[in-house]
């Protein structure tokens, strides 16, 4: 008969309760980035493929702007759907933080334990805030997702169009048109370069919009804790 393999040593365990704790709220990060990356690509080239044809632009040279417009929207259409997930994310790292102070303090929490699971936090935040509790913080997530992942692609595609230009000498084609065969002709060092300039960019000039998002998503938590502060 089979046995069932014996137990990890409580040891073992405790050595690895910091390396795990480092993963806390990964489940949710998991479970949002999914289908939020499939919804964000998908709807941009489906954004991209109705304003190419509403503006008449030849495929192989299509504005700057139709990228900077597709992309905004595919970027809120993502974040209407997933946004829940990002707030439960969010409160599972902020319970975590909580946690390690009040430990480090020698302390015990006087309140509830929090919900460790997301499906605790999602149950725990409309028993306490209702169903708009889910969406604490979305304004400031809308106002920041639309430059930052319109100024994203807006980026990304004229610099794959740039570079484009440059091999050719310069010469020809519209100067403030994307490419769809630059992909092609460009190195994947290039490509990732032109990535990490467009992340760059889009992240700083929306960082501010990030700060007061994450704030307002804990809020909620602040104020059932009784944190001076909380509104």
Do not use: C
């Amino acid at each position: 008969s089979r046995t069932s393999p014996p137990p990890l040593h409580p040891r073992i365990l405790h050595s690895l309760t910091p390396t795990l704790s480092l993963f806390r709220g990964n489940g949710a990060s998991v479970m949002r980035i999914i289908p939020y990356s499939a919804l964000h690509f998908g709807a941009y080239e489906h954004y991209r493929a109705h304003l190419v044809a509403a503006t008449g632009a030849v495929p192989g040279a299509v504005p700057p702007a139709v990228d900077l417009l597709a992309g905004s929207a595919a970027g809120a259409t993502a974040v209407l759907v997933t946004y829940p997930l990002d707030l439960v994310r969010t409160r599972l790292a902020y319970q975590m933080e909580g946690e390690k102070k009040k430990g480090g303090a020698g302390g015990s929490a006087s309140s509830s334990p929090p919900a460790a699971t997301v499906r605790g936090v999602l149950a725990a935040t409309v028993r306490a805030e209702g169903l708009r509790g889910l969406y604490r913080g979305i304004a400031p997530t809308l106002a920041g997702i639309l430059p930052y992942a319109g100024l994203k692609f807006y980026v990304y595609q004229s610099a794959k169009a740039a570079h484009a230009r440059g091999r050719e000498g310069g010469g020809g084609g519209d100067s403030g048109a994307s490419t769809t065969t630059t992909a092609a002709r460009a190195s994947v060092p290039s490509l990732l370069a032109f990535g990490a300039a467009a992340g760059l960019v889009a992240q700083t000039a929306t960082y501010p919009l990030d700060v007061v998002r994450r704030q307002m998503q804990v809020q909620g938590l602040a104020r059932l804790a009784g944190e001076p502060g909380a509104v």
